[in-house]
């Protein structure tokens, strides 16, 4: 995956999954042509959609994630263009746009930093990714999705929107350590395998799934650190897990403590 920007070949994607994180909002703010005007803004570069505050995340030609951001001054400049868009939508769509901008507004320093729209299967890496990285004090969104904020330690605050709830988080993460461990005898008739690479060898480990003593250390340290659980309680000795692969788990371990809000850095 690699981090890119708005472009014509992404722009159609990137208007998709933003305008769908909060469809309600959007059509209550500009109708049934909301993708359209969305596009519009992006194309002119309108305040707050603005391509270059705009982070992709792009593996190939799909897009993973779209995290669009704007500081303060960003609110306060350049909402003429909008006419170019809206024509004379522009009064209904206007008065409410000045509204929310003014609540927005609320409790919102030059030191901040607004995240307008974070949509995307890897929004949880790219919303790490982006506070870890921020040279701003602190972080606020409006959104209509809690949970996520929540697992990232987001602090909840007063609402600007009967759709949205706000929450906010200083800029700094913390790094947490974790340890694991694992056994398995050494028999006879098994592989023997370490970090998923099958070592030559007479002898193997042995255990329900591939007995990867390497993967089940990291899989428990990972877990242990962050979600307070061990391998046994996410791969439990079952026939789906009878014979599987320890990388294959670990890759999961690492979805899944991702989706938590955790994201290992070193091993």
């Known amino acids: 995956m690699q981090t890119t920007v708005v472009n014509k070949d992404n722009i159609d994607e990137v208007v998709s999954l933003i305008y769908e994180e909060k469809k309600e909002f959007y059509d209550e703010l500009f109708g049934k042509n909301a993708p359209k005007y969305l596009k519009k803004a992006f194309e002119s570069d309108i305040p707050p959609f603005v391509k270059k505050n705009c982070i992709v995340l792009q593996d190939g030609k799909n897009v993973d994630a779209v995290l669009l951001y704007a500081t303060k001054a960003e609110f306060r400049h350049g909402y003429q263009k909008w006419f170019r868009v809206l024509g004379l939508k522009i009064i209904p769509v206007g008065a409410k746009m000045?509204?929310?901008i003014e609540r927005i507004l609320?409790?919102?320093?030059?030191?901040d930093l607004y995240i307008v729209s974070l949509a995307g299967e890897q929004k949880e890496l790219l919303l790490y990714r982006f506070i870890k990285s921020s040279r701003y004090k602190k972080v606020i969104v409006?959104?209509?999705?809690?949970?996520?904020?929540?697992?990232?330690?987001f602090n909840e605050g007063s609402h600007v929107h009967p759709k949205l709830k706000r929450f906010s988080k200083f800029c700094d993460y913390?790094?947490?350590?974790?340890l694991g461990w694992d056994t398995h005898p050494l028999v006879q008739g098994r592989k023997l395998i370490l970090g998923g690479v099958d070592i030559q060898s007479q002898l193997g480990l042995h255990g329900h799934s591939d007995a990867d003593v390497l993967c089940h250390a990291l899989i428990d340290s990972l877990l242990g650190v962050s979600l307070k659980k061990d391998i046994g309680a996410i791969f439990p000795e079952n026939d789906e897990n009878k014979g599987r692969s320890s990388l294959e788990m670990l890759e999961i371990v690492v979805q899944t403590v991702n989706k938590s809000g955790f994201f290992?850095?070193?091993?």
């Open 174 to 178: 913390h790094t947490l350590t974790g």
């Open 106 to 111: 609320f409790d919102f320093s030059v030191d």
């Open 142 to 153: 409006d959104t209509i999705d809690p949970d996520l904020y929540e697992r990232f330690s």
């Open 98 to 100: 000045i509204y929310i």
């Open 264 to 267: 290992p850095s070193s091993a």
